[in-house]
């Protein structure tokens, strides 16, 4: 199975940016994407991308201030996050995944261990 390693979250202060990384053992030909999970809430969904870069969603909530890119020679998957807000505060994590029911949803097979991110001033 393909192991996932996210990194890069941190204490940041409200308009702050940071970048998180997700590095795969090995290559995947498959849909990433990024999904946070806030204290006493569910996982939600953040950002998708397909293998080719060419197709991207995006949560509402965080349209327009982040970004999700892929390094395919790295096995590495970004997430740039700019603007930041407190609301932001969750663990992220990556993983493969595979298109829901609906169009613009998407289910985790595959999960990183998550990392950090805390936005507060």
């Known amino acids: 199975q393909v192991q996932l390693v996210d990194s890069g979250g941190g204490l940041v202060q409200p308009g702050d940016s940071l970048r998180l990384s997700c590095e795969a053992s090995?290559?995947?030909?498959?849909?990433m994407g990024w999904f946070r999970q806030a204290p006493g809430k569910e996982r939600e969904f953040v950002a998708d991308?397909?293998?080719?870069?060419?197709?991207?969603y995006y949560a509402d909530s965080v349209k327009g201030r982040f970004t999700i890119s892929r390094d395919n020679a790295k096995n590495t998957v970004y997430l740039q996050m700019d603007s930041l807000k407190p609301e932001d505060t969750a663990v992220y994590y990556c993983?493969?995944?595979?298109?829901?029911?609906?169009?613009?949803?998407?289910?985790?097979?595959?999960w990183g261990q998550g990392t950090q991110v805390t936005v507060s001033s």
């Open positions: 991308i397909s293998w080719t870069g060419g197709s991207t």
């Open positions: 993983a493969i995944t595979r298109p829901g029911p609906r169009r613009g949803t998407f289910i985790g097979d595959n």
């Open positions: 090995e290559r995947t030909f498959s849909r």
